[in-house]
């Protein structure tokens, strides 16, 4: 069962950039079906270790079996990355030598978790990565509707979230929305016919943004990637793998605030505005997977990859 949960995505480039060598410490935060970690464990061998964290208990458990013959070299932790600093702090680890997240969710939570992430089935309207309290159900029938069109605009990139979001507010004043089904034929039925066919499926971005807002996800990215460049040692890499533009542009942002971006007026003679080179950027182009990765996995067709080492 645990052998299709998830293929990892840029796995070759993931570890290059990375870069381990023998006896370094990683911290992994999205340990998904520990296909990147099997792969970076070699690197490290034997007396290097990494820090596998995740949300999704069914991720650590399928993880778990994968990694049974490296016990003394990992530690399993059910926990948001964003925690990294706390998380560290626990296990009496100061500082790491690599960072890397893969950011989203398995191909696992999207096809088996029955967590409703996906508007092509049937489940009941979930999506948590973990046990937050709130659920999609939550956000689709008790938000406003100027709280739901605000979530779909930033962070479905939908132009139609007004329109949408006054549609579920409709329908659920019927009935409550309790099904990924139902509430993807409500959006289907709040766009006009010509725009269903060519940008895709809406649902999809509507469901993409209400996971956003359900797993806090953007907050957690720049938590994640800020506090885990902090505890980088000089000279330590971080590699990050994206899935869609919010995130990549948080991702691409940070990195050049990292590089030392300077945001004073081009006329100002001295820099003001604080900044201050802190990390080289390895990737000045943002690598994509090939072809054949494509063809064999299209899971990994949007992915950005991105990479860093601090200075
Ligand atoms: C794309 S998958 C990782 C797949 C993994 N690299 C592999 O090759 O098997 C992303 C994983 O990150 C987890 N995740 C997402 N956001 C998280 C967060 N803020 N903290 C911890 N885990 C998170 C998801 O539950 C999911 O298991």
Same mark, same amino acid.
């Given at each position: 069962?645990?052998?299709?949960? #998830?293929?990892?995505?840029?796995?070759?480039? +993931?570890? #290059?950039?990375?870069?381990?060598?023998?006896?370094?410490i990683i911290?992994?935060?999205?340990?998904?079906?520990?296909? #990147?970690?099997?792969?970076?464990?070699?690197?490290?061998?034997?007396t290097g270790?990494?820090?596998?964290?995740?949300?999704? =208990?069914?991720?650590?458990?399928?993880?778990?079996?994968? %990694?049974?013959?490296?016990?003394?070299?990992?530690?399993?932790?059910?926990?948001?990355?964003?925690?990294?600093k706390?998380? %560290?702090?626990?296990?009496d680890?100061?500082?790491?030598?690599?960072?890397?997240?893969?950011?989203?969710? =398995?191909?696992?939570?999207i096809?088996?978790?029955?967590?409703?992430?996906?508007?092509?089935?049937?489940?009941?309207?979930?999506?948590?990565?973990?046990?937050?309290?709130?659920? +999609?159900?939550?956000?689709?029938?008790?938000? =406003?509707?100027?709280?739901?069109?605000?979530?779909?605009?930033?962070?479905?990139?939908?132009?139609?979230?007004?329109?949408?979001?006054?549609?579920?507010?409709?329908?659920?004043?019927?009935?409550?929305?309790?099904?990924?089904?139902?509430?993807?034929?409500?959006?289907?039925?709040?766009?006009?016919?010509?725009?269903?066919?060519?940008?895709? #499926?809406?649902?999809?971005r509507?469901?993409?943004?209400?996971?956003?807002?359900?797993?806090?996800?953007?907050?957690?990215?720049?938590?994640?990637?800020?506090?885990?460049?902090?505890?980088?040692?000089?000279?330590?890499?971080?590699?990050?793998?994206?899935?869609? =533009? %919010?995130?990549?542009?948080?991702?691409?942002?940070?990195?050049?605030?990292?590089?030392?971006r300077?945001?004073?007026?081009?006329?100002?003679?001295?820099?003001?505005?604080?900044?201050?080179?802190?990390?080289?950027?390895?990737?000045?182009?943002?690598?994509?997977?090939?072809?054949?990765?494509?063809?064999?996995n299209?899971? +990994?067709?949007? +992915?950005?990859?991105?990479? %860093?080492?601090?200075?």
């Open positions: 069962m645990e052998d299709d949960y #998830h293929k990892p995505v840029l796995l070759k480039e +993931a570890v #290059h950039y990375l870069n381990a060598t023998e006896g370094d911290f992994e935060g999205t340990l998904g079906g520990a296909g #990147h970690t099997i792969a970076i464990i070699k690197d490290i061998a034997p270790k990494i820090i596998g964290v995740d949300l999704c =208990s069914q991720a650590l458990s399928t993880a778990a079996i994968r %990694l049974k013959d490296y016990k003394d070299q990992v530690f399993l932790v059910e926990d948001n990355f964003a925690n990294v706390e998380i %560290l702090k626990r296990l680890i100061k500082s790491v030598q690599g960072v890397l997240l893969d950011l989203g969710l =398995s191909s696992f939570q096809d088996r978790s029955q967590k409703g992430f996906s508007y092509i089935r049937n489940e009941d309207l979930d999506m948590r990565f973990g046990d937050q309290k709130v659920r +999609a159900f939550e956000v689709v029938n008790d938000y =406003s509707e100027q709280k739901l069109r605000d979530i779909f605009y930033k962070f479905g990139e939908e132009k139609w979230a007004g329109p949408i979001a006054a549609r579920i507010v409709k329908k659920r004043n019927e009935k409550e929305i309790r099904s990924t089904s139902q509430l993807a034929e409500i959006v289907k039925s709040a766009v006009p016919p010509d725009y269903r066919h060519k940008r895709g #499926h809406p649902a999809k509507i469901f993409q943004a209400i996971r956003i807002e359900v797993n806090a996800e953007l907050e957690n990215i720049e938590k994640g990637i800020e506090d885990g460049f902090q505890v980088l040692n000089g000279r330590g890499r971080m590699v990050i793998i994206s899935y869609h =533009s %919010l995130e990549d542009r948080i991702v691409k942002n940070k990195f050049l605030d990292f590089a030392g300077c945001f004073c007026p081009p006329d100002l003679p001295v820099c003001r505005c604080g900044a201050q080179k802190r990390a080289k950027i390895l990737t000045r182009k943002v690598v994509r997977p090939s072809e054949d990765e494509i063809r064999e299209p899971r +990994a067709k949007s +992915a950005k990859l991105r990479a %860093l080492e601090k200075l």
